[in-house]
C-alpha cells in the first residue's frame, strides 16, 4: 500500500503541469487586405461574375427589416469592379472592396446600401443596394508576432528573459477546421493567406448566401425568403484565432502556433465609420468582417505550486497507517472489539474512586501493623528499624 502511495504521489508530482504556471503570451496579430494593392483581384472578379446567382437573380433575395419596411433591402443590382485608370461612378475601385477598421479589423464588402437624395425641390431620398460579386475570392494576409519565455522550465514569468517570436522568421503556423482536424501547416516565413472561401470552410460555413435566422425574420410580403436575410445581406463576422504556446507542442516540434476560424453570426457586420459614394451619397456597407487575436501560454515555474504539491505527499503518506487503523478497529468482527477496547480503553470516576479508597485502606492497614508504638494511641507515626527487620525475617 505504501509503495503504491509512493509511486502514484511522485509520478503525479513529476508531471510539470501540476507545478507549473501558466503564463499568458504577449503580442499581437496584423491583418490587412492585399486586393487593394494588387489589381490582378479584378480578372477573379469578372469571370466569377457570371456564376453569382444574386446577380441573375436579385430579387429572390430581397428583405425587409421590420413590418413597416422602413429598412428594405430590395431591387439589388451588382456593382462591377473598375477596371483599372477608370474613374466611373457605377463601378467599385479595389481600395472599395474592403474597409480596414483597426490594425487587427478588416470588412469585406458584400452589400452596399446607398441613399440618393433627388435634385428636385421636392427633397426626396430613395436607397439604392447593391450586391458585391464574388466576395469569395478576396482575402486577407496575416502576420503575428509574440513573447515567449526563453526556457519554460526556468523562466520567469515576466518574459524579462524571453525571446520574440514571429510567422516571418521561426514559428509555424497550422490551421486547423471547425472539426480540429489540421488543414493547412505552413512554415516559417510563408504567407498566411486566407480567402473568403479558405475561412468559410474552417468555420464550417458552406455560402453566404445561406439564411441568416438570427437576424430576424423577413417582413416583405409575398417574400421569396421570409426567415430572414441572407449573409450577404446582413454580412458575418469571422475571428481568426491564434493559439500559440506549450499546448501546440503535439501538433508540430518547434516553435508552432495553431489558426482556426470561428464563424459569429448573431449579429450585423456593417461599417461603422461614414463613407460616401463618389457622388458624395452616404453608403452603408456590409460584409464579411474579419477580426484577428492572438492568445495563449506557456508553463513557468511556480515555486507555491511545489510546495503545495509536497504539503499534499506529505499527507498522501499518512492515508495507508489510516486505513489499517480502521480496518482493524471496525472491520475485523471480534477481534475489532478486542483491539477497539485496547486502544480506548472505558474509564469510569466513580470506580476508579472507590478503588483508590479501598487500595488506601489496605496500605492504611499494612502500615498500622509495621508501625512503631508510640506514646500516643495511634502509634509515633514510623516504622522502627527492629520492626524492619523482623518483617524481613519473617
Same mark, same amino acid.
Given at each position: 500500500?505504501?509503495?503504491?502511495?509512493?509511486?502514484?504521489?511522485?509520478?503525479?508530482?513529476?508531471?510539470?503541469?501540476?507545478?507549473?504556471?501558466?503564463?499568458?503570451?504577449?503580442?499581437?496579430?496584423?491583418?490587412?487586405?492585399?486586393?487593394?494593392?494588387?489589381?490582378?483581384?479584378?480578372?477573379?472578379?469578372?469571370?466569377?461574375?457570371?456564376?453569382?446567382?444574386?446577380?441573375?437573380?436579385?430579387?429572390?433575395?430581397?428583405?425587409?427589416?421590420?413590418?413597416?419596411?422602413?429598412?428594405?433591402?430590395?431591387?439589388?443590382?451588382?456593382?462591377?469592379?473598375?477596371?483599372?485608370?477608370?474613374?466611373?461612378?457605377?463601378?467599385?475601385?479595389?481600395? +472599395?472592396?474592403?474597409?480596414?477598421?483597426?490594425?487587427?479589423?478588416?470588412?469585406?464588402?458584400?452589400?452596399?446600401?446607398?441613399?440618393?437624395?433627388?435634385?428636385?425641390?421636392?427633397?426626396?431620398?430613395?436607397?439604392?443596394?447593391?450586391?458585391?460579386?464574388?466576395?469569395?475570392?478576396?482575402?486577407?494576409?496575416?502576420?503575428?508576432?509574440? +513573447?515567449?519565455?526563453?526556457?519554460?522550465?526556468?523562466?520567469?514569468?515576466?518574459?524579462?528573459?524571453?525571446?520574440?517570436?514571429?510567422?516571418?522568421?521561426?514559428?509555424?503556423?497550422?490551421?486547423?477546421?471547425?472539426?480540429?482536424?489540421?488543414?493547412?501547416?505552413?512554415?516559417?516565413?510563408?504567407?498566411?493567406?486566407?480567402?473568403?472561401?479558405?475561412?468559410?470552410?474552417?468555420?464550417?460555413?458552406?455560402?453566404?448566401?445561406?439564411?441568416?435566422?438570427?437576424?430576424?425574420?423577413?417582413?416583405?410580403?409575398?417574400?421569396?425568403?421570409?426567415?430572414?436575410?441572407?449573409?450577404?445581406?446582413?454580412?458575418?463576422?469571422?475571428?481568426? /484565432?491564434?493559439?500559440?504556446?506549450?499546448? /501546440?507542442?503535439?501538433?508540430?516540434?518547434?516553435?508552432?502556433?495553431?489558426?482556426?476560424?470561428?464563424?459569429?453570426?448573431?449579429?450585423?457586420?456593417?461599417?461603422?465609420?461614414?463613407?460616401?459614394?463618389?457622388?458624395?451619397?452616404?453608403?452603408?456597407?456590409?460584409?464579411?468582417?474579419?477580426?484577428?487575436?492572438?492568445?495563449?501560454?506557456?508553463?513557468?515555474?511556480?515555486?507555491?505550486s511545489i510546495f503545495i504539491n509536497v504539503?499534499?505527499?506529505?499527507?498522501?503518506?499518512?492515508?495507508?497507517?489510516?486505513?489499517?487503523?480502521?480496518?482493524?478497529?471496525?472491520?475485523?468482527?471480534?477481534?475489532? /472489539?478486542i483491539y477497539r477496547n485496547l486502544v480506548?480503553?472505558?474509564?469510569?470516576?466513580?470506580?476508579?474512586?472507590?478503588?483508590?479508597?479501598?487500595?488506601?485502606?489496605?496500605?492504611?492497614?499494612?502500615?498500622? +501493623?509495621?508501625?512503631?508504638?508510640?506514646?500516643?494511641?495511634?502509634?509515633?507515626?514510623?516504622?522502627?528499624?527492629?520492626?524492619?527487620?523482623?518483617?524481613?525475617?519473617?
Open positions: 500500500m505504501n509503495i503504491s502511495v509512493f509511486c502514484g504521489v511522485i509520478a503525479q508530482f513529476m508531471y510539470f503541469g501540476q507545478y507549473g504556471k501558466p503564463v499568458k503570451v504577449s503580442g499581437g496579430v496584423s491583418l490587412w487586405n492585399p486586393s487593394v494593392q494588387n489589381f490582378s483581384v479584378i480578372e477573379a472578379l469578372e469571370k466569377q461574375k457570371t456564376f453569382d446567382a444574386f446577380c441573375a437573380s436579385p430579387r429572390t433575395f430581397d428583405y425587409w427589416y421590420d413590418d413597416a419596411g422602413s429598412l428594405p433591402f430590395v431591387n439589388h443590382t451588382c456593382l462591377p469592379v473598375c477596371k483599372p485608370h477608370t474613374n466611373a461612378s457605377k463601378c467599385l475601385s479595389p481600395t +472599395e472592396l474592403s474597409l480596414t477598421e483597426s490594425a487587427d479589423t478588416v470588412l469585406l464588402v458584400t452589400q452596399i446600401q446607398e441613399l440618393i437624395s433627388k435634385s428636385d425641390a421636392s427633397f426626396t431620398t430613395s436607397v439604392q443596394n447593391f450586391f458585391v460579386p464574388a466576395v469569395e475570392v478576396q482575402s486577407v494576409r496575416l502576420a503575428f508576432s509574440y +513573447e515567449g519565455p526563453g526556457n519554460s522550465l526556468f523562466s520567469t514569468s515576466d518574459f524579462s528573459n524571453g525571446r520574440s517570436h514571429s510567422s516571418h522568421v521561426d514559428t509555424s503556423t497550422v490551421l486547423v477546421d471547425h472539426q480540429n482536424k489540421v488543414w493547412k501547416t505552413l512554415p516559417p516565413g510563408s504567407d498566411i493567406m486566407l480567402s473568403v472561401s479558405d475561412m468559410m470552410h474552417l468555420a464550417g460555413y458552406a455560402s453566404l448566401d445561406r439564411v441568416h435566422t438570427l437576424a430576424g425574420r423577413n417582413y416583405m410580403p409575398k417574400a421569396s425568403i421570409t426567415h430572414g436575410p441572407t449573409m450577404r445581406i446582413s454580412g458575418i463576422e469571422f475571428v481568426v /484565432n491564434v493559439k500559440c504556446g506549450d499546448a /501546440n507542442k503535439p501538433v508540430a516540434k518547434g516553435h508552432v502556433c495553431v489558426l482556426n476560424v470561428d464563424g459569429r453570426p448573431g449579429r450585423w457586420a456593417a461599417s461603422e465609420m461614414p463613407i460616401r459614394s463618389r457622388d458624395g451619397n452616404p453608403r452603408t456597407c456590409r460584409g464579411v468582417r474579419i477580426r484577428a487575436s492572438l492568445a495563449g501560454s506557456y508553463l513557468t515555474l511556480d515555486i507555491n504539503a499534499s505527499s506529505v499527507v498522501f503518506f499518512q492515508l495507508p497507517q489510516t486505513i489499517i487503523f480502521v480496518t482493524s478497529l471496525y472491520v475485523c468482527g471480534h477481534l475489532s /472489539n480506548y480503553r472505558q474509564f469510569s470516576i466513580t470506580k476508579e474512586a472507590g478503588s483508590m479508597a479501598m487500595r488506601l485502606l489496605e496500605h492504611e492497614v499494612a502500615f498500622n +501493623e509495621l508501625e512503631t508504638t508510640g506514646e500516643d494511641h495511634e502509634g509515633a507515626g514510623h516504622i522502627s528499624k527492629d520492626a524492619i527487620a523482623t518483617a524481613s525475617v519473617t
